[in-house]
């Protein structure tokens, strides 16, 4: 039977990368979406971007929105201090299974716990499933028309503290304009734009990092 695009890639890992070397899975898979297929990860120009805000605040505690294949999870949680944690939630289930794979391979399972299911019916439930009180960061790249009613949810279940950053990929490719409208304009948030390009592309797209004012 046919394969899948994540499985190849998934495979493209296994044969280039070092099992236990995070950035040598990163470099596999941009690799892989540079020179066979692209795919939706937010790429190494972005990545880059995203690597120093991680690194700028140093979280001990991580949501990612949308995993996907895990390469910007194996990206995030190489750059985690001990003890820090990464959770991140994918709806789809086969990009969880590879995703799995990828996060082991890369030698990173004990600091991140995949969740698998909807958004906005894991937020709620965050404190008492996982014994989180707030998120330092939060890196959204899942649906792009959650956005912003999941970072509205994390306000009101009090995931957020002042001081907590908000990274969001794709703000201007596919796009996501109510919530970019939202965190310019709200009193509560800060917001700065990085200009970048879309993964593997000479297509514009950027990161927007907003920090919650409480
Ligand atoms: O996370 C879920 N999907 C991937 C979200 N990510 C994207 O859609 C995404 C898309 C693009 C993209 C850009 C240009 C283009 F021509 C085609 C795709 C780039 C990116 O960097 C993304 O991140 C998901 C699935 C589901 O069924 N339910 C809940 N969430
Ligand atoms: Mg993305």
Redesign the pocket.
Same mark, same amino acid.
């Given at each position: 039977t046919q394969s899948t695009r994540p499985q190849r890639m998934l495979a493209a890992v296994q044969k280039n990368a070092t099992r236990g070397d995070p950035r040598s899975v990163v470099k596999a898979i941009d690799q892989f979406c540079r020179q066979k297929e692209w795919a939706?990860?937010?790429?190494d120009e972005k990545g880059c971007i995203l690597d120093s805000v991680v690194s700028e605040v140093n979280p001990a505690t991580v949501l990612e929105?949308?995993?996907?294949c895990g390469y910007s999870t194996v990206r995030i949680a190489s750059l985690l201090p001990p003890h820090a944690k990464l959770i991140t939630l994918?709806?789809?289930p086969d $990009?969880a299974v590879i995703a799995r794979q990828v996060i082991a391979w890369a030698g990173l399972e004990d600091k991140i716990q995949l969740v698998e299911g909807?958004?906005g019916d894991w937020i709620p439930k965050m404190k008492e499933e996982f014994g989180v009180k707030t998120f330092d960061l939060v890196f959204l790249?899942?649906?792009?028309d959650?956005y912003l009613p999941d970072t509205k949810l994390m306000e009101e279940c009090g995931l957020l503290r002042k001081g907590s950053i908000l990274l969001a990929? $794709?703000v201007i490719?596919?796009g996501t304009p109510d919530y970019l409208e939202y965190v310019r304009n709200s009193p509560r948030y800060k917001s700065q734009y990085f200009k970048s390009h879309?993964?593997y592309t000479k297509?514009e797209?950027g990161l927007e990092k907003s920090v919650f004012l409480g």
């Open positions: 939706m990860n937010v790429g929105l949308g995993t996907y994918e709806f789809n $990009n909807a958004s790249d899942h649906w792009k959650r990929d $794709n490719c596919p879309l993964e297509v797209d």
